[in-house]
């Protein structure tokens, strides 16, 4: 029955959405979405299934013993259901996801659009036109992890 519900739920709305970019990649490569991670959780249970190890699991997607461990546990108390994914945890974003992509715009013309001659955005600088274009304020630390996700070869 178990088995069953894998593959009804692979061949459901995950199926249709695009493929793993980097579920065999390297931990820390490139950042997964919700659905990617889901779909992932649930291509392992349907490996357990098939009798994969944990530390099969492990090679597979690149995770860490204690996920694989996490996963099948989950699978084997709770079944299936319990690696969905569920709702999203943690404060909402203050920002729109237009608002953002306008963040992004913004980094890519340059600081110096916006009045800043330093040549580079800087944590204070992009702080500064967020706060007076969407009346938002972060903090210098959150600013400088907006930073590092829109320019990681900076770091």
Known sequence: MLENSVKDVLDSELQTSPPLKSSHSPAGEETLSRDEMERRRMEAAEDFLRGFSQSQVVAKFSVSRTTASRWHRALTAKGLESLRKGKASGRPSRLTPDQKAQIADMFQKG???????DGHWTAKSLARVIEQRFSVHYSLDHVARLLAKLAPSRN
């Open 111 to 117: 600081d110096s659009s916006f009045g800043f001659s």
